[in-house]
């Protein structure tokens, strides 16, 4: 009886090992999302060109365009929503243009393999317009629809920013390609980076401090033109010849705004002692929306005045091209938590609702209040040039939608919802 035990679990030892190893062989076999792509030879694919799409111009439903619209029996996309997602992709980043009909256009890049394609917003229709893979992208800041900083961490978590350019396709080849990127490497560990104008500014840590430069997107002539005690800022670029610096973001540090003027390298200190202080300026300068914790207010700039607007973060809205009104993702029921660093560290994720505040006429509506079976959290929201559409990425899984905001009609929501009376500021403070 005992030899029948010890072969009875000899032999279940024995189908666990096994099914144990088998598991374990295709877990770390198996290709990982950003992984190198490979051709048949063994050569990866790391800024170099990978095999053509079979069909750059297909029309995108099932993956390619989970959520976008009404579809006939034969799967063709007959009725697109006002909210669509353009790609389930994770997405680094992306750029709104206009094509040469003038049509809305949005170029993104991948996370995973660094392609960048294109699409008409209003369309599905989609196009890679670079095979050139880099994986594992985590940022990347566009500096017109043909050029753009792509960033990442290397495998010794140093900060890569590459400067890359999109070369068209080549329309003389009998065999259709994609485009490709080329350029140059930026030097490492830039811990902040936008574009100014024909330039970029960038942020290194420099002992504790920090020091930001001023470049050709290149990297070349570069020059010094600010330095601060501080490591860490949040820098914008709301217009020609000034900056914003904002101080990091905490709910335990009273933060604080400043505007800086390339020219003279002047710093004005435009507000202080807000705790989780999130800022967004408009094109002018004149107004700045900012947010303590999720109390989001616009800061009158001349006037020292401040309205109480919306519950959200200032950086989850975006100033429309004339200044009139703001968009922003605004969170439905938010937990009760410190804000921003719960949010940033993904301890909690926001369901946005998106809505349009009117600055002029002091009211708020709701846009997105008809898809409330859809869980967005919106971040780097931007607008086309006409303000037809609101593109943003959502945080929960990095996909790339859009909202035509040129199909919404206008309806004013209840008083309680509407943008409050003006208030006093918090006023800056007088040190620096």
């Given at each position: 009886?005992?030899?029948?035990?010890?072969?009875?679990?000899?032999?279940?030892?024995?189908?666990?090992?096994?099914?144990?190893?088998?598991?374990?062989?295709?877990?770390?076999?198996?290709?990982?999302v950003g992984d190198i792509v490979y051709d048949e030879q063994g050569n990866p694919y790391i800024f170099g060109e990978t095999p053509a799409d079979n069909n750059?111009?297909?029309?995108?439903?099932?993956?390619?365009?989970?959520?976008?619209?009404?579809?006939?029996?034969?799967?063709?996309?007959?009725?697109?929503?006002?909210?669509?997602?353009?790609?389930?992709?994770?997405?680094?980043?992306?750029?709104?243009?206009?094509?040469?009909?003038?049509?809305?256009?949005?170029?993104?890049?991948?996370?995973?393999?660094?392609?960048?394609?294109?699409?008409?917003?209003?369309?599905?229709?989609?196009?890679?317009?670079?095979?050139?893979?880099?994986?594992?992208?985590?940022?990347?800041?566009?500096?017109?629809?043909?050029?753009?900083?792509?960033?990442?961490?290397?495998?010794?978590?140093?900060?890569?920013?590459?400067y890359a350019e999109i070369i068209a396709e080549d329309q003389n080849l009998d065999e259709k390609t994609d485009g490709k990127i080329e350029g140059v490497f930026l030097q490492d560990d830039i811990k902040e980076l936008v574009k100014?104008?024909?330039?970029?500014?960038?942020?290194?840590?420099?002992?504790?401090?920090?020091?930001?430069?001023?470049?050709?997107?290149?990297?070349?002539?570069?020059?010094?033109?600010?330095?601060?005690?501080?490591?860490?800022?949040?820098?914008?670029?709301?217009?020609?010849?000034?900056?914003?610096?904002?101080?990091?973001?905490?709910?335990?540090?009273l933060g604080s705004l400043y505007f800086f003027d390339t020219n003279n390298e002047n710093m004005k200190k435009i507000l202080g002692g807000v705790r989780g202080l999130t800022t967004l300026a408009n094109n002018d300068m004149t107004k700045v929306l900012f947010s303590e914790n999720l109390k989001m207010q616009v800061y009158d700039v001349k006037e020292n005045k401040s309205s109480n607007l919306l519950r959200t973060l200032a950086e989850k809205c975006v100033w429309s091209v004339g200044g009139v009104s703001v968009y922003c993702g605004v969170p439905i029921h938010p937990e009760d938590t410190h804000y921003p660093d719960a949010w940033y560290k993904g301890q909690v994720s926001f369901s946005d609702n998106i809505w349009k505040i009117d600055m002029e006429n002091i009211f708020s509506e709701s846009l997105t209040s008809d898809y409330f079976d859809i869980e967005l959290d919106v971040i780097k929201p931007a607008l086309s040039l006409s303000d037809d559409y609101l593109v943003f990425i959502n945080k929960k899984d990095s996909s790339l939608w859009s909202l035509t905001l040129s199909m919404i009609e206008d309806v004013v929501v209840p008083e309680e919802t509407s943008v409050s009376e003006t208030t006093d500021v918090i006023a800056p403070s007088e040190d620096n």
């Open positions: 009886m005992d030899n029948k035990k010890l072969i009875k679990n000899i032999i279940i030892g024995s189908i666990l090992i096994t099914l144990i190893l088998i598991g374990a062989y295709f877990y770390f076999t198996k290709p990982k750059p111009d297909n029309t995108g439903n099932g993956d390619n365009i989970p959520y976008g619209g009404e579809y006939d029996d034969n799967g063709n996309l007959i009725n697109i929503n006002k909210l669509r997602q353009i790609t389930a992709e994770p997405t680094a980043g992306f750029v709104l243009a206009q094509d040469k009909d003038g049509d809305a256009v949005v170029k993104y890049i991948e996370k995973a393999t660094g392609h960048i394609y294109e699409t008409k917003l209003g369309l599905t229709n989609k196009k890679r317009i670079s095979g050139t893979t880099l994986p594992r992208i985590q940022d990347a800041v566009w500096l017109d629809e043909k050029s753009l900083i792509i960033r990442y961490l290397d495998e010794e978590e140093v900060i890569k920013s590459f100014a104008g024909t330039k970029i500014f960038y942020l290194l840590v420099d002992g504790g401090g920090a020091k930001g430069i001023a470049s050709d997107p290149d990297g070349e002539n570069k020059e010094q033109i600010f330095i601060s005690s501080l490591g860490e800022w949040l820098v914008q670029r709301p217009q020609k010849g000034f900056l914003t610096f904002t101080t990091k973001p905490s709910a335990d540090v």
